[in-house]
Nanobody, 123 residues
Framework: QVQLVESGGGLVQAGGSLRLSCAAS????????MGWFRQVPGKERDVVAA????????YYADSVKGRFSISRDNAKNTVYLQMNSLKPEDTAVYYC????????????????WGQGTQVTVSS
């Protein structure tokens, strides 16, 4: 079992930056691939970025490439999402998720989820 707690969301103006954190606890959380997803009301939950258990592989949605960066610190059991040049369309609830070992990009592939953190980007 892995528990995930996100933090770092908030309100920011367009062009600004935020860093989301996801603290993991539980059984061998450092061997889990991690993903960040986001969801707006009435729409499906979409992948934003993902990182393999060892950090060697990363994935980014086209909409965030060049603006967002995912990283992890296994010593702290924490995954980060640095979000720069934020746009109003980045407004969503952001979720952290974990799955065993291999990086995947669909939400159905992930077994553990955090409670979500709201990110609001004003124009």
């Amino acid at each position: 079992q892995v528990q995930l707690v996100e933090s770092g969301g908030g309100l920011v103006q367009a062009g600004g930056s935020l860093r989301l954190s996801c603290a993991a606890s539980g059984r061998t959380s450092s061997t889990y691939a991690m993903g960040w997803f986001r969801q707006v009301p009435g729409k499906e939950r979409d992948v934003v970025a993902a990182i393999s258990w060892n950090g060697f592989q990363t994935y980014y949605a086209d909409s965030v490439k060049g603006r967002f960066s995912i990283s992890r610190d296994n010593a702290k059991n924490t995954v980060y999402l640095q979000m720069n040049s934020l746009k109003p369309e980045d407004t969503a609830v952001y979720y952290c998720a974990a799955r065993w070992r291999d990086l995947k990009t669909t939400d159905q592939s992930y077994d553990y989820w955090g409670q979500g953190t709201q990110v609001t980007v004003s124009s």
